[in-house]
């Protein structure tokens, strides 16, 4: 038997661990970056008869027709629809981080995992049970009606309203989580701090709070802004007819249409959006996700 | 002071509530003997034997209980082969290699799900099998699992490792009975998040199922595309509380309430 010196690691394990590697990197690299290749590469295309692709004339009509003015109103339902999901998850979800983070004392685990509970169940139900709450005949307006503060329905389904609704519910969780990993780590007695030092309740709050639990809220918005960047469901489900977004085009020319090189051109405006918003973010989402 | 903490517990509780009264309201109407779930007409339990003798929902149910599992293990084996390696070692293009891992994360699901429709359609010349839909849905659960597990691994103290191998451990021997019990709890918290995503999945299954591979929420959502039924409340009621029953056996176990806990603990540590 041979003596094993402490230091450094055995070329055994170095190997070993290299194996372990690879085996997550191949998998990300054949199902997940190539694809998107492939898709950019459809997106160039053209559809040909009998919806076969055209592939070896590449060019960028399909980025000049998704460029076309007829879609002004169907980007901008996405961008605001977004915007206000993640404004409203933000603005909601930093006082309950807050509150846990400060006021949780040992239930703090507790409390955060009662917050995430809804994410643990389908996304589609949870829409589905919004429906059941604001059709016209749905849990809201029966009491109305019943309190006899309105005789004919309210129309809260199908609307602006009930898709930004659906939107916040279905991703509250996902930013609360991100704001109160940021908030729990800020040091308690800053505050206290900034207060002897004259600074008013706001003043503390708008210098070092929020500046310091920055991280969080960048993470949080990128982790409400990518999914309701990218989601037909709700519009689909909770929205009307003018609510057709982005995302839902995408999934009619894919399913319905068949117009692939289209689709994917669209898709690839939504990744470049998304994917230029994260890197620009992405050193704090990196530290609040991986936790390093 | 107290007056702002009384406040702030006020709408601490309302945003409780909000979260978890329509899954409630689902509930209640799933008893409901009305036809049009609006308004009580009474109680009832009629809604759930009719769901035992429809061939298609449980056609559906067992599409996505085999996917779940074998989704499970696979996603599982790879994430935390690849969130142990990420822990634990320095090598050229750990950058890059933890980029790769995020960016699944951060891709809308429908960009996914129509890039592999795209390459599926592509390499195989048709879509919707079963084997498919697999190595879609074990592609979205790799990096939450590796990621959980990587968080676990940094926080664990590589000499235990080491100094097993000094007892005369085998290498295969140190890490089946050091590092893997160490690490177990990340392992069944990605697992368990894995067959939650795949079981949940909507969005990357509807461009990449076919005939004979349509799941629960496939079904469902062909359903409620068309307004609201009795069966679909219960249907719900069902999925909600075995979800509550897995979740509470988890953190009865503790593994889940453990990892929790470590997890915090990790991600209050400095950046280093």
């Known amino acids: ?292 | 002071m107290t007056g702002r903490n009384r406040w702030l517990s006020a709408y601490a509780t309302i945003v409780y509530l909000f979260l978890f009264a329509p899954i409630i309201i689902l509930i209640i109407f799933s008893f409901n003997s009305s036809e049009f779930s609006f308004g009580w007409e009474g109680f009832t339990l009629d809604w759930y034997p009719v769901l035992f003798s429809n061939d298609a929902l449980i056609d559906a149910v067992s599409v996505t209980m085999r996917l779940a599992l074998v989704t499970v293990i696979g996603s599982t084996i790879i994430g935390t082969l690849l969130g142990l390696a990420l822990a634990r070692l320095r090598f050229r293009g750990k950058g890059a290699t933890e980029t790769l891992l995020l960016l699944p994360m951060v891709t809308p699901e429908i960009i996914m799900g129509l890039s592999l429709l795209i390459f599926f359609f592509t390499l195989f010349g048709g879509r919707g099998s079963f084997g498919q839909l697999t190595l879609a849905h074990i592609t979205f659960c790799i990096s939450y699992v590796a990621i959980i597990v990587r968080a676990r691994a940094v926080s664990m103290d590589p000499h235990l490792e080491e100094a097993a191998r000094d007892l005369g451990a085998s290498a295969v021997g140190a890490f089946r009975f050091v590092t893997l019990p160490l690490i177990a709890p990340a392992v069944w918290a990605g697992a368990l998040l894995a067959f939650a995503l795949s079981f949940d999945d909507y969005v990357v299954t509807t461009f990449n199922a076919g005939v004979g591979s349509s799941t629960l929420p496939l079904f469902i959502y062909g359903k409620i595309r068309f307004g609201i039924t009795p069966e679909i409340n219960a249907i719900s009621t069902i999925i909600v509380a075995v979800t509550a029953v897995v979740i509470l056996v988890a953190w009865r176990v503790g593994s889940f309430r453990e990892d929790a806990d470590v997890h915090v603990v990790a991600e209050e540590e400095p950046a280093t």
């Open chain 1, 1 to 292: 038997m041979t003596v094993r010196p402490t230091q450094p690691p055995s070329i055994v394990r170095r190997t070993l661990s290299g194996i372990a590697l690879l085996p997550g990197i191949v998998w990300l690299a054949m199902f997940f970056i190539v694809p998107l290749a492939m898709m950019f590469v459809v997106s160039l295309g053209s559809r040909g008869p009998a919806d076969s692709l055209i592939l070896d004339r590449p060019s960028l009509d399909n980025y000049a027709r998704a460029l076309d003015p007829v879609f002004l109103p169907t980007f901008w339902n996405s961008i605001r629809y977004s915007v206000a999901t993640t404004l409203l998850c933000l603005v909601i979800g930093y006082p309950i981080a807050y509150w846990i983070s400060r006021h949780g004392g040992r239930n703090k685990t507790l409390l955060l995992i009662i917050v995430m509970l809804p994410f643990w169940t389908s996304y589609l139900i949870r829409t589905y049970a919004w429906m059941t709450i604001l059709s016209d005949y749905g849990v809201v307006n029966s009491i109305l009606e019943a309190l006899g503060l309105t005789s004919e329905p309210i129309i809260l389904l199908n609307t602006d309203f009930s898709v930004v609704l659906g939107m916040t519910y279905g991703f509250l969780p996902f930013a609360i989580l991100p704001l109160y990993v940021s908030i729990d780590r800020l040091d308690p007695a800053l505050v206290p701090a900034a207060r002897d030092l004259y600074a008013s309740g706001r003043a503390a709050f708008l210098h070092v709070t929020l500046p310091l639990t920055m991280p969080g809220i960048i993470a949080a918005s990128i982790l409400t802004f990518i999914p309701a960047l990218g989601d037909f469901v709700t519009p689909d489900l909770l929205g009307g007819p003018e609510s057709t977004t982005i995302a839902k085009i995408i999934q009619e020319l894919f399913l319905q249409g068949r117009d692939w090189p289209y689709g994917a051109a669209l898709g690839f405006l939504v990744m470049v959006v998304t994917l230029g918003g994260t890197l620009l973010a992405l050193g704090p989402l990196r530290r609040e996700v991986a936790g390093t």
